[in-house]
């Protein structure tokens, strides 16, 4: 898998633009800046938008070549990002030090564990922004995970983030536009939730 996601972001292309989600832009930028953390970021498109607002930024994927080519987006807006590669269940950082955590599109087969791992390291009253691919994607071809085990539903989200005292969880139809692998009509689903 990681080798699929290395030659993915081989090319010079940012292959999900350099633009950040606009789900994400929106909320983000009607939060107070302080410490976000970006898990399976890929290329960094959200993470350095948010370094671009003031927001200390941690980031993390496993792939080596999304790594070079977060670096190489920062530099060329003039700000700052922390990144490293590693997988979610390698990650560690310390726990409840974060104020957000945006989980952009990141799909896994261990959906649960991983959100549940992710969360340790919220604060209390921090917000998770997430945004990703409902199971009726499934029907479209316009992105995500062609295995259904792989996208997400509300109940699914809703037992994940079991321990949010807020929690909005919604599914829309919507036509993405980000970079050639996320383009068109699309089933997704949004979550916006304080610990």
């Known amino acids: 898998m990681k080798h699929k996601w290395d030659e993915r972001y081989a090319s010079n292309e940012y292959v999900y633009g350099i633009h950040p989600n606009l789900f994400f832009k929106d909320k983000i930028e009607n939060l107070k800046p302080g410490k976000i953390l970006f898990p399976a970021e890929g290329e960094g498109r959200n993470a350095v938008f948010a370094a671009t607002l003031g927001w200390e930024v941690s980031a993390f994927d496993y792939s080596h070549q999304a790594y070079k080519k977060a670096l190489q987006l920062s530099t060329i807006n003039r700000v700052s990002i922390d990144y490293s590669v590693c997988n979610i269940e390698e990650s560690d950082y310390e726990k409840e030090s974060f104020d957000a955590i945006a989980l952009i599109y990141m799909h896994t087969t261990n959906r649960q564990v ?82």
């Open 114 to 195: 991983n959100h549940r791992h992710l969360l340790q390291f919220l604060k209390p009253g921090g917000v998770v922004i997430l945004e990703a691919f409902s199971k009726e994607q499934i029907k479209y071809k316009t992105g995500g995970p062609k295995e259904v085990s792989k996208l997400f539903s509300i109940a699914e989200l809703e037992n994940d983030f079991v321990e949010m005292k807020e929690l909005s969880i919604w599914q829309e139809t919507v036509v993405l536009n980000e970079g050639d692998l996320h383009f068109g009509e699309a089933a997704i689903l949004r979550l916006f939730g304080k610990k």
